[in-house]
Structures are given as C-alpha cells and as structure tokens.
C-alpha cells in the first residue's frame, strides 16, 4: 500500500508539505513561506525519508506588476506503506484438562 503527499516548490528554493500547518496568516503570495525561509525545506526532508517524487505540475506565479517573479510547483511524492503488524501474537491453545 502506499502513502501519498504533495508539496509546493517555489522557485526561490522554499518548499512546503501542504500537509502541514504554517505559522504565517493566508493572505496571499507575499504571506506564505516562499521567499527563501530556511525553515520551509519541507521536500529535502521528505526525499531523505524514502519518499519519492512522482509527478510534478507547475502552478504558475511570476508578477506582472514588477514585483518579485517567483513561480511554484505542485510536488506528488509516494513512499510504500509498510505492512501492518498484528496488534497480538496469536497463542498456541492447549487442551483444557479435565479433573
């Protein structure tokens, strides 16, 4: 069975596993962990706990208004899941003696 995530990649360098939660407010591109916050190397970390990108999608990004161009992209990482071990040890029945 395998396990999935995704992570956001900004062209600055920072990335993010979208199934974490960030301490900054949601209030836009300028708000967000892209712009070269060593905190956010979310898929460095990912990459060298096994997981393994799978397909990765480009967002866009980029500022038409002369701003800073930063673009992102959307990250499918997989990793195998594995097996589940029983919570107890099947025990050996012995027949019940009789008095």
Not at 37 to 51: A, F, P, S, T, V
């Amino acid at each position: 069975m395998k396990r999935y995530r995704y992570v956001i990649l900004s062209s600055y360098g920072a990335s993010w596993d979208i199934s974490r939660e960030i301490d900054k407010p949601l209030g836009g591109l300028m708000q967000l962990p892209w712009f070269g916050d060593l905190k956010y190397q979310d898929l460095q970390e990912l990459l060298d706990k096994g997981w393994h990108p799978v397909r990765e999608t480009g967002m866009g990004g980029a500022s038409s208004h002369g701003g800073a161009a930063v673009a992102f992209s959307l990250i499918l990482l997989e990793k195998d899941r594995p097996e589940a071990t029983p919570v107890a040890q099947a025990v050996a029945a012995t027949p019940a003696q009789e008095s």
